[in-house]
Nanobody, 129 residues
Framework: QLQLVESGGDLVQPGGSLKLSCTAS????????MAWFRQAPGKEREGVSC????????NYVDSVKDRFTISRDSAKNTVYLQMSSLKLDDPAVYYC??????????????????????WGQGTQVTVSS
């Protein structure tokens, strides 16, 4: 069974940092394009960042560039999202997803959630003073 489990969501103050983790089981995430999405109440799900299989491609939505960093640890079969300088418009449920296919088509600046097959249950990020 292919499974993704996210963790690391928490309540932080504006300007704070969080590191989200997404651990895969039942498959090797190394061979998949991995992505982080988020969905805030009343809003559509948004692609935040992605990392293509092979480690050559990463992309970020404009609103998180220079603040968020996606990384992978193949030995731990885990993908991370390091978030810094968190803002009041960052709160959402953050989801990890895995997609199979050419990384150049999956990991684009506008990440298409329909291209991703395996999803985690999400982890809540709250930013509040």
């Amino acid at each position: 069974q292919l499974q993704l489990v996210e963790s690391g969501g928490d309540l932080v103050q504006p300007g704070g940092s969080l590191k989200l983790s997404c651990t895969a089981s039942g498959f090797s995430s190394t061979y998949y394009t991995m992505a982080w999405f988020r969905q805030a109440p009343g809003k559509e799900r948004e692609g935040v960042s992605c990392a293509g299989s092979g480690g050559l491609i990463t992309n970020y939505v404009d609103s998180v560039k220079d603040r968020f960093t996606i990384s992978r640890d193949s030995a731990k079969n885990t993908v991370y999202l390091q978030m810094s300088s968190l803002k009041l418009d960052d709160p959402a449920v953050y989801y990890c997803a895995a997609g199979w296919g050419p990384p150049s088509s999956l990991c684009t600046e506008a990440v298409d959630s329909d291209r991703f097959d395996v999803w985690g249950q999400g982890t809540q990020v709250t930013v509040s003073s």
